[in-house]
């Protein structure tokens, strides 16, 4: 019941019904107890109604490496993605990363580390957004089906495990005149089972 809630009050409602519909088997076939039973049905048609009607922001995506020797062994030179808060830009998602390590420093290009930085005794956090690339849900997406668009934009942004990276790339000379004449965009894809 604490996971069913925690999963309401962060409106993920398609994560807490699964475990209403394992909690109603159990109290039907197993504790025979039709008063919980009753409670975890009308539970799960409020998800129900919810997924329809509730608001839910498109969540903010972050990639974070966490370079340097200073951090503990399961952070140190690896690289996250993190899922922002409600309503949560970039430089709120930044602000609590410094607020949680206080002596780390923030890089400002978005280019690979060096060897130096990797090394180094320090601390250093490079965070970028990042865009999540949908995943096939078997049939959710078939044409046949006419789906609801509150559903759809749903799996569209979330349970997902490939995100997207543009990184701007200059190409040959950069010209003083015009430096947006050699910028190109790199896009590399991240996927979270890498990580």
């Known amino acids: ?9 962060g409106k993920c409602w398609e994560k ?13 076939t197993r504790l025979y107890d039709y008063s919980k039973l009753s409670h975890i049905l009308r539970m799960q048609a409020t998800f129900y ?16 490496g966490y370079y340097g020797q200073g951090f503990p062994l399961f952070l140190r030179n690896r690289v996250f993605v993190h899922r922002g808060l409600e309503y949560e830009r970039i ?3 930044t ?3 410094q607020h949680e390590f206080p002596g780390a420093h923030i890089m400002t290009k978005n280019t690979p580390p060096g060897d130096a930085i990797l ?5 250093h956090i490079q965070i970028c957004n990042v865009k999540p690339v949908a995943e096939e849900h078997g049939r959710i997406f078939d044409a046949g089906f006419n789906l ?3 559903i759809r934009s749903y799996y569209r942004v979330n349970d997902v495990r490939r995100f997207q990276l543009d990184r701007p790339v200059h190409k040959g000379k950069v010209d003083r005149e015009n430096e947006f ?3 190109w965009i790199e896009r590399t894809w991240i996927s979270t089972e890498q990580s």
């Open 1 to 9: 019941m604490k996971s069913i809630a925690y999963f309401d009050r």
């Open 16 to 28: 807490g019904i699964p475990l209403c519909k394992e909690l109603a088997e159990f109290y039907e």
């Open 49 to 64: 109604d919810h997924i329809l009607t509730q608001l839910r922001p498109e969540p903010e995506y972050f990639r974070v």
């Open 91 to 93: 430089g709120a998602f």
């Open 95 to 97: 602000q609590r990363l």
């Open 119 to 123: 090394s180094s005794e320090g601390q």
């Open 148 to 150: 609801h668009e509150k």
């Open 181 to 183: 004449k050699s910028l």
